[in-house]
């Protein structure tokens, strides 16, 4: 299954990324610091959404309508206060096909099992808002993972895309890790 082969052939890229961002959470003190964060989520979120867009319709993704997008990060951010300016600069690797476009977005989806752990941080140093990204689908969370699994698999049933759909969910995180870079982030 081609899920498979992505979680084992990207968990590099996957604990880099994990281990840069869990970095930024231990430095925040504030709702502010927490709104810049966000910001970082919301850039890249919405670079690949708008690029995997072209190719993600409800006939790819039936419940596309009923997932998690960039929009719940936006209303974190404002319920924080903040607004979108000053995102970071986030880059969405190019995709061609509904496949490179499901694993890309294989990155975005499965960050909702992380969710519930980022929430626990925040609480822990006294954030109490601006939860419903990270809180993801609540006691659903599974069950939506197992779904867009399936879909994926069943667009990844050739072998000969399994390369091109595991480097595109690799480039996914790397990018999504650039997002976070010092430069680009809380100092």
Request: charged share 25%; glycine share 6%.
């Amino acid at each position: 299954m081609l899920s498979t082969l992505i979680k084992e052939q990207t968990k590099s890229a996957h604990q880099q990324v994990e281990s840069n961002i869990v970095r930024h959470i231990k430095k925040i003190e504030n709702e502010a610091d927490y709104a810049e964060l966000l910001k970082g989520f919301y850039a890249y979120f919405k670079a690949v959404e708008d690029e995997t867009g072209k190719f993600i319709t409800t006939e790819v993704l039936p419940d596309k309508d009923n997932r998690r997008n960039s929009s719940y990060i936006e209303r974190d951010i404002k319920s924080l206060g903040h607004d979108l300016s000053n995102l970071p600069q986030a880059i969405a690797p190019t995709v061609h096909s509904e496949l490179e476009a499901l694993s890309s977005l294989y990155v975005l989806e499965g960050s909702i099992m992380g969710g519930p752990y980022i929430v626990q941080m925040l609480r822990k140093i006294g954030i109490e808002r601006g939860f419903s990204f990270f809180e993801g689908y609540g006691d659903q969370s599974e069950a939506m993972w197992t779904g867009f699994t399936e879909v994926l698999n069943r667009f990844g049933d050739d072998s000969n895309q399994h390369d091109r759909a595991i480097e595109l969910a690799n480039q996914t995180f790397y990018n999504f890790g650039n997002v976070f870079q010092k430069e680009n982030s809380l100092q």
